[in-house]
């Protein structure tokens, strides 16, 4: 059982699915939101391991939740963005994303970078 808990941002209905089913096949836990409020709240009471973002979404921009996020927890941010402009990576990592995935995105990269950040987190839990 992996006991990772993923929390999923996305407000496109099959691109949300598309992910939640790649968790779901390879034993992660997840919660979902639709928008940035919502995702905001389900950070603070769920207290996710990894947070999937998406960066278009109906109530604010995914960098304001990325700030928002930042002022009080350390949680590692992947962001899944059909926005591929050199200056929408560089906004979202200096807001304090981990890791960038472009629109279109393959679930085996996903995963691999799931993967990534999960090894970032075990280091950072043996070293406390
Ligand atoms: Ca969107």
Redesign the pocket.
Known sequence: MNKYMILVV???PSVKSLITTTLQMHDYRYITASGGNAAIMQTTSHRPDIILL?L??PDMDGVDVIKKVRTWSNVPIIVISARSEDTDKIDALDAGADDYLTKPFSVEELLARLRVTQRRLAIMQNEN
């Open positions: 996305e407000d496109d998406d278009g979404l």
